[in-house]
Each structure stands twice: as C-alpha cells, then as structure tokens.
Nanobody
C-alpha cells in the first residue's frame, strides 16, 4: 500500500552527523506509528526511533539523546537526525509504518546505509 524510500545515509567519521529522510507515497491508511529501524552487521533489526500519530516519540536507549525523529506531514516525509555518531551506529537504516511502534513489519524497502568510521 505504501512505498517508503529512505535516503541520506553515507560514510561519516565518529562524532559526525547525518540526517536521514523517509519519503512516503501511495496509499496510507490507518497508520498510527512510524519508525526508523536499523540492522547492524551480525545483529537483528531493531527499532531505534519512532513517532506516533499523536506526536509521542520513542528512542532506543542506545540512541537516546543523540537521535531525533521528526516528520513533515505536508511533505509526507519523516526524518532522523543523527548526531554524535558512533561506530556502533553503523548499519542499514529503514523506515516503516504501522498501527503501532512495535508492529512486526513483513515488508521492507532498500534502506539507506550508514557507516561510521572510528
């Protein structure tokens, strides 16, 4: 129903910043939560930041205080501002949407790669 395209990843040195964007198109129906997920090498995909339709935000402990999730409803775009990046933040970042922040998505896009060098 919804196509989500992530962009903004790249190679950055530790301590640097990146802003990821997630542009949505297609049919959006009864979506209450949107989130950013990452899959690090050798790790399972995890929710790192989320935002509900009401504006409540969630951050994984590992990124709390460093990442900020936001959205521009007019542009149908979600963002993830990542500051003070660490090598542990390296991975493929995906965005997705569903009825809750903890919805088990079955479909994922290409994601955008983030590599943080030490």
């Amino acid at each position: 129903q919804v196509q989500l395209v992530e962009s903004g990843g790249g190679l950055v040195q530790a301590g640097g910043s990146l802003t990821l964007s997630c542009a949505a198109s297609g049919i959006i129906f009864s979506i209450n939560a949107k989130g950013w997920y990452r899959q690090a090498p050798g790790k399972q995909r995890e929710l790192v930041a989320g935002i509900t339709r009401g504006g409540n935000t969630y951050y994984a402990d590992s990124v709390k205080g460093r990442f900020t999730i936001s959205r521009d409803n007019a542009k149908n775009t979600m963002y993830l501002q990542m500051n003070s990046l660490k090598p542990e933040d390296t991975g493929v970042y995906y965005c997705n949407a569903g009825p809750s922040l903890w919805y088990s998505h079955s479909s994922w896009g290409q994601g955008t790669h983030v590599t943080v060098s030490s």
